[in-house]
């Protein structure tokens, strides 16, 4: 059975105008083209330290060749990726931390159904731990990959400003 998800998305408007839109995005993250995997932000409350981003998955994405010919689906790392692209964004807009966000490490991960395309996968994080050192910083984020009201994936990610 899975989880409930990390916070209630009734009361955001999934068709609103991105708070961040992928320049936003490309302001703060450096993944550019086939590696870019996220495509906006629609909502964050720095205080509870919760984001809900998105990534609309097309017919163009560079796996859809390959993964799975005659039925492409997104691959786990794929999904993962996107959630630590979700999550240095958040740690640098919320921390306003220069440089490098670097992923760290995945604590935990589960897949729940597939990705294709044609969906909007939304990206639910939740910082759940930030450490900030002297020549350094680290973040731990829970995030939940949801398509069409259910999860699609879950996952913990770590990562740090290098």
């Known amino acids: 059975m899975p989880p409930p998800l990390l916070f209630d998305l009734s009361s955001i408007d999934l068709q609103a105008k991105p708070v961040f839109d992928r320049e936003a995005i490309c302001e703060v993250n450096p993944q550019r083209f086939e590696m870019q995997q996220l495509d906006g932000i629609l909502w964050c409350d720095k205080d509870k330290r919760l984001i809900l981003g998105y990534k609309d998955v097309t017919e163009d994405e560079f796996w859809i060749r390959g993964h799975i010919p005659s039925r492409p689906l997104m691959p786990g790392v794929i999904m993962v990726e ?25 604590n935990s991960a589960k897949f729940r159904s597939v990705v294709e395309p044609g969906q909007r996968l939304y ?5 759940t731990k930030f450490k900030r050192r002297k020549n350094t910083s680290h973040v731990t984020t829970s995030v939940q990959g949801v398509v069409d009201g259910a999860i699609a994936f879950e996952t913990t990610i770590s990562g740090m400003k290098v």
């Open 82 to 106: 996107a959630a630590a692209q979700l999550s240095s964004f958040f740690m640098k807009h919320i921390y306003e931390l220069e440089g490098f966000v670097g992923f760290a490490g995945i």
């Open 123 to 127: 990206l639910l994080g939740h910082i």
